[in-house]
Protein backbone atom coordinates (compact mmCIF):
# COMPACT_ATOMS: atom_id res chain seq x y z
CA UNK A 1 0.00 0.00 0.00
CA UNK A 2 1.41 3.51 -0.93
CA UNK A 3 0.23 6.95 -2.09
CA UNK A 4 -1.28 6.88 -5.49
CA UNK A 5 -0.48 9.20 -8.31
CA UNK A 6 -2.02 12.80 -7.18
CA UNK A 7 -4.87 14.40 -8.75
CA UNK A 8 -5.18 18.52 -9.17
CA UNK A 9 -8.52 20.32 -7.46
CA UNK A 10 -10.98 18.57 -9.23
CA UNK A 11 -13.50 21.86 -10.67
CA UNK A 12 -17.26 20.51 -10.60
CA UNK A 13 -20.06 23.16 -10.94
CA UNK A 14 -20.35 23.98 -7.47
CA UNK A 15 -17.33 21.68 -5.70
CA UNK A 16 -14.06 21.07 -5.49
CA UNK A 17 -12.31 18.11 -4.63
CA UNK A 18 -8.99 18.62 -3.19
CA UNK A 19 -6.30 17.06 -0.57
CA UNK A 20 -7.74 17.79 2.91
CA UNK A 21 -5.10 20.17 4.55
CA UNK A 22 -3.95 19.46 8.16
CA UNK A 23 -5.58 21.80 9.67
CA UNK A 24 -8.43 20.33 8.24
CA UNK A 25 -8.13 16.69 9.44
CA UNK A 26 -9.72 16.47 12.89
CA UNK A 27 -13.00 17.97 10.97
CA UNK A 28 -12.47 14.69 8.43
CA UNK A 29 -12.06 12.34 11.63
CA UNK A 30 -15.26 13.90 12.71
CA UNK A 31 -17.61 12.89 9.69
CA UNK A 32 -16.81 8.97 10.10
CA UNK A 33 -16.94 9.29 13.94
CA UNK A 34 -20.32 7.59 13.90
CA UNK A 35 -19.21 4.23 12.05
CA UNK A 36 -15.95 4.51 13.10
CA UNK A 37 -15.64 5.70 16.48
CA UNK A 38 -15.49 2.48 18.17
CA UNK A 39 -16.31 3.88 21.73
CA UNK A 40 -14.26 6.21 22.13
CA UNK A 41 -14.94 9.95 22.55
CA UNK A 42 -14.75 12.01 19.75
CA UNK A 43 -11.17 13.50 21.06
CA UNK A 44 -10.15 9.63 21.18
CA UNK A 45 -11.04 8.72 17.92
CA UNK A 46 -9.49 12.24 16.20
CA UNK A 47 -5.91 11.16 17.96
CA UNK A 48 -6.44 7.26 16.91
CA UNK A 49 -6.92 8.71 13.55
CA UNK A 50 -4.06 10.93 13.73
CA UNK A 51 -1.82 8.38 15.22
CA UNK A 52 -3.08 5.94 12.28
CA UNK A 53 -0.37 3.55 10.03
CA UNK A 54 -2.33 2.98 7.79
CA UNK A 55 -3.60 7.14 6.70
CA UNK A 56 0.11 8.26 5.72
CA UNK A 57 0.11 5.78 3.41
CA UNK A 58 -2.49 7.56 1.09
CA UNK A 59 -4.32 10.53 0.18
CA UNK A 60 -7.03 11.68 1.51
CA UNK A 61 -9.66 13.40 -0.55
CA UNK A 62 -12.41 16.10 0.24
CA UNK A 63 -15.42 17.74 -1.29
CA UNK A 64 -15.53 21.02 -0.67
CA UNK A 65 -19.08 23.10 -1.68
CA UNK A 66 -19.24 26.85 -2.40
CA UNK A 67 -19.17 28.29 1.11
CA UNK A 68 -15.82 26.36 1.39
CA UNK A 69 -17.23 23.79 3.29
CA UNK A 70 -15.95 20.35 3.57
CA UNK A 71 -18.96 18.27 3.12
CA UNK A 72 -17.73 14.57 2.07
CA UNK A 73 -13.96 12.60 2.16
CA UNK A 74 -12.52 9.54 1.23
CA UNK A 75 -9.00 7.89 1.44
CA UNK A 76 -7.14 6.82 -1.63
CA UNK A 77 -3.93 4.28 -1.66
CA UNK A 78 -2.52 2.14 -4.56
CA UNK A 79 -2.07 -1.08 -4.36
CA UNK A 80 0.65 -3.54 -6.97
CA UNK A 81 -1.11 -6.91 -7.54
CA UNK A 82 1.28 -10.01 -8.19
CA UNK A 83 0.52 -9.31 -11.78
CA UNK A 84 2.42 -5.68 -11.51
CA UNK A 85 -1.00 -4.26 -12.56
CA UNK A 86 -1.26 -0.94 -10.28
CA UNK A 87 -5.38 -0.57 -8.65
CA UNK A 88 -6.60 2.23 -6.08
CA UNK A 89 -8.47 1.08 -3.00
CA UNK A 90 -10.49 3.38 -1.40
CA UNK A 91 -11.17 3.61 2.02
CA UNK A 92 -12.77 5.90 4.83
CA UNK A 93 -15.83 7.43 2.33
CA UNK A 94 -17.93 10.05 4.98
CA UNK A 95 -20.08 12.56 4.83
CA UNK A 96 -20.64 15.19 7.33
CA UNK A 97 -23.15 14.36 8.91
CA UNK A 98 -25.37 17.47 8.33
CA UNK A 99 -24.52 16.79 4.95
CA UNK A 100 -25.57 13.05 4.21
CA UNK A 101 -28.03 12.08 1.78
CA UNK A 102 -27.51 14.84 -0.14
CA UNK A 103 -25.56 12.95 -2.72
CA UNK A 104 -21.81 14.47 -2.03
CA UNK A 105 -19.96 11.03 -1.22
CA UNK A 106 -21.20 9.55 -4.34
CA UNK A 107 -20.10 12.92 -6.37
CA UNK A 108 -16.46 12.56 -4.60
CA UNK A 109 -16.76 9.11 -5.14
CA UNK A 110 -17.10 9.45 -9.30
CA UNK A 111 -15.14 12.56 -9.05
CA UNK A 112 -12.52 10.74 -7.97
CA UNK A 113 -12.43 7.97 -10.23
CA UNK A 114 -13.75 8.98 -13.21
CA UNK A 115 -10.76 11.93 -12.87
CA UNK A 116 -8.05 8.60 -12.83
CA UNK A 117 -10.17 6.80 -15.59
CA UNK A 118 -9.94 10.06 -17.97
CA UNK A 119 -6.50 10.67 -16.94
CA UNK A 120 -5.41 7.04 -17.89
CA UNK A 121 -3.58 6.35 -14.48
CA UNK A 122 -5.74 4.00 -12.92
CA UNK A 123 -8.89 2.12 -13.96
CA UNK A 124 -9.60 -0.60 -11.18
CA UNK A 125 -10.92 -0.01 -7.75
CA UNK A 126 -11.70 -1.73 -4.57
CA UNK A 127 -13.58 -1.04 -1.54
CA UNK A 128 -14.59 -2.54 2.24
CA UNK A 129 -18.27 -1.47 2.08
CA UNK A 130 -19.19 -1.45 5.90
CA UNK A 131 -22.61 -0.58 4.80
CA UNK A 132 -24.78 -1.84 2.71
CA UNK A 133 -22.93 -2.92 -0.46
CA UNK A 134 -26.15 -1.26 -2.84
CA UNK A 135 -25.12 2.31 -2.08
CA UNK A 136 -21.67 1.11 -4.06
CA UNK A 137 -23.62 -0.45 -7.07
CA UNK A 138 -24.87 2.79 -8.20
CA UNK A 139 -21.06 3.40 -8.99
CA UNK A 140 -20.39 0.77 -10.33
CA UNK A 141 -19.20 -1.27 -7.68
CA UNK A 142 -19.83 -5.16 -7.76
CA UNK A 143 -19.32 -7.12 -4.76
CA UNK A 144 -16.11 -9.95 -5.82
CA UNK A 145 -16.47 -13.49 -5.45
CA UNK A 146 -16.85 -15.13 -1.79
CA UNK A 147 -13.82 -17.21 -1.68
CA UNK A 148 -12.03 -13.47 -1.61
CA UNK A 149 -14.42 -12.06 1.65
CA UNK A 150 -12.48 -12.20 4.47
CA UNK A 151 -14.13 -9.52 6.75
CA UNK A 152 -17.27 -10.71 7.89
CA UNK A 153 -18.29 -6.73 8.64
CA UNK A 154 -17.24 -5.35 5.20
CA UNK A 155 -18.24 -6.67 1.44
CA UNK A 156 -15.29 -6.38 -1.05
CA UNK A 157 -15.94 -5.19 -4.12
CA UNK A 158 -14.34 -3.70 -7.43
CA UNK A 159 -15.01 -1.52 -10.04
CA UNK A 160 -13.25 -2.40 -13.39
CA UNK A 161 -13.96 -2.64 -17.17
CA UNK A 162 -15.90 -6.18 -17.73
CA UNK A 163 -12.89 -7.32 -19.77
CA UNK A 164 -10.53 -7.08 -16.96
CA UNK A 165 -12.82 -8.64 -14.13
CA UNK A 166 -11.58 -12.10 -14.65
CA UNK A 167 -7.90 -11.50 -14.51
CA UNK A 168 -8.82 -8.80 -11.80
CA UNK A 169 -9.91 -11.10 -9.65
CA UNK A 170 -7.42 -14.10 -10.40
CA UNK A 171 -4.86 -11.59 -9.54
CA UNK A 172 -6.50 -10.23 -6.23
CA UNK A 173 -6.77 -14.04 -5.00
CA UNK A 174 -2.94 -13.92 -5.40
CA UNK A 175 -2.15 -10.51 -3.53
CA UNK A 176 -2.84 -9.94 0.45
CA UNK A 177 -5.00 -6.66 0.73
CA UNK A 178 -6.19 -6.35 4.14
CA UNK A 179 -8.44 -4.47 5.29
CA UNK A 180 -8.00 -0.48 5.01
Known sequence: MRQPILLLPIKLSEFEIRIARPEELPEVYEMGFDEWGEGKTLTQHIQAC??????????????????????????????????????????????????????????????????YIAQKIYSSYVLFSDINP??????GFIPLPSELQKYP?????????????????????????AYF
Not at 73 to 102: A, D, F, H, P, W
Not at 154 to 166: D, G, L, R, T
Open 153 to 177: KSVFMIKCQAEFYSKLVDNLAQTEI
Open 134 to 139: AYYEKF
Open 50 to 115: HESIKYPHGIRYVLVNHNKQLVASLMCYEYQLNSNEKIIGIGTVCTKITERKKGYAGLLLNGVTET
